[in-house]
């Protein structure tokens, strides 16, 4: 049987349509155990608080282990949010577009 130390905190990107319509990028941080996030349950926390935010479906979910390495990082940076712990190494933040000219 699982513990609460056995919880971690899974950040999920998720595309997501707003009340009017229109596409958005959300972040939502949830709370499950190594055996929830493997059964997926982990993604219906996410969408759990997406609806009680106001988001509405079709939802497209990304945890930070299953994403491309940048989409965390941009899509924190689209919502004004600071990076997160794991995302302060050089490595991980991409790099503004330069000009080869």
């Known amino acids: 049987m699982a513990t609460e130390k056995d919880q ?3 950040a ?3 595309a997501v349509m707003r009340g009017d319509g229109t596409p958005a990028f ?3 941080e949830v709370t499950a155990t190594p055996e929830e996030a493997a059964d997926g349950i982990h993604y219906y926390l996410a969408e759990a608080q997406l609806l009680e935010d106001g988001y509405e479906e079709p939802f497209v979910h990304f945890a930070a282990s299953e994403a491309p390495p940048f989409l965390h990082a ?3 940076r689209h919502l004004g ?3 997160a712990v794991t995302e302060l190494t050089p ?3 991409p790099e503004e577009p330069r000009c080869p000219a």
């Open 26 to 28: 959300a972040l939502t």
């Open 91 to 93: 490595t991980a933040l």
């Open 12 to 14: 999920i990107v998720s």
């Open 81 to 83: 949010l600071p990076p």
């Open 8 to 10: 971690r905190t899974i």
């Open 74 to 76: 941009t899509v924190r």
